[in-house]
């Protein structure tokens, strides 16, 4: 690139898509966009990527390999796919690109985009994370290399993700049904008691409880799943619940490898 501004082409310009073009561009890159559903001077992926140091796929992962089939022909710099995939998606694209002699990079996006443009935290892993790390790193943006193939950085998101979207369905959960029950500001104010209180032992004690207490627990919430139904609401969360407590209670689960008992969290 000696000297000339690095050529990105963003295949997706949602939301994300959108953002990552504005800030590249005021970073000094030269962006090509192409979106199916959105005007641009491109109209393929493949027109798009023609001659682009960097690919940046955001669209979706269910368009994820339509995208890198057809803009593979053009592709003579490195391919990242930055949509939420599974690993195994993730190594699918990889595959694909090493077939055609095109480095791949698996790059997750760490956090939501608006607010933060580039600089969202993203990982990044697959034979050319280092140079996706490199190229957007010095237009401002902040890759972590992860060693490992393709699928390394989207099990660590999605992993996240487990947790992070698995304790805002209880939350929402939790809340509809208290709002049906008329105490929504309580049990809004016991969740932020608990949340604020919690600290590094509060994992421990999670785990712990669940796996001691399990039997008295599966059936607390089998009561739950059945007042979130007298109230009409779905107990999606609490059925969940009831049934992998369940499944700790009779010891089918690896969960039941603590460390150590820990303080019940009743």
Request: avoid cysteine; aromatic fraction near 4%; hydrophobic fraction near 50%.
């Amino acid at each position: 690139m000696s000297g000339k501004p690095p050529v990105v082409a963003i295949l997706g310009l949602g939301e994300a898509g959108g953002e990552f073009a504005r800030d590249l561009r005021a970073a000094g890159a030269v962006v090509r966009g192409y979106d199916p559903v959105v005007p641009s001077a491109f109209d393929s992926e493949a027109a798009a990527a023609d001659g682009a140091d960097l690919v940046l796929s955001v669209n979706s992962s269910a368009a994820a390999v339509d995208a890198l089939r057809t803009g593979l022909p053009k592709v003579s710099g490195v391919w990242a796919d930055l949509n939420t995939a599974s690993p195994g998606k993730k190594r699918e694209l990889a595959a694909i690109a090493a077939g055609a002699a095109v480095d791949f990079a698996d790059v997750a996006i760490m956090a939501p985009v608006p607010g933060r443009g580039l600089r969202v935290p993203m990982l990044a892993s697959g034979p050319a994370a280092g140079a996706v790390s490199k190229l957007l790193g010095a237009l401002g943006a902040t890759v972590e290399v992860l060693p490992g193939d393709a699928g390394v950085a989207a099990e660590r998101k999605l992993l996240r993700s487990v947790f992070f979207k698995g304790m805002s369905a209880a939350v929402v959960e939790a809340l509809e049904a208290a709002r049906a029950a008329g105490v929504q500001d309580w049990l809004r104010g016991v969740i932020v008691e608990e949340l604020t209180r919690a600290d590094e032992s509060t994992v421990e004690r999670l785990v712990t409880g669940s796996v001691k207490h399990a039997k008295r627990r599966t059936a607390e919430m089998a009561a739950a799943a059945e007042m979130l139904g007298e109230l009409g609401v779905a107990a999606d969360v609490a059925a969940a619940s009831r049934d992998q407590l369940a499944r700790l209670s009779s010891g089918s689960s690896n969960a039941t490898s603590v460390p150590r008992l820990g303080e019940e969290l009743r």
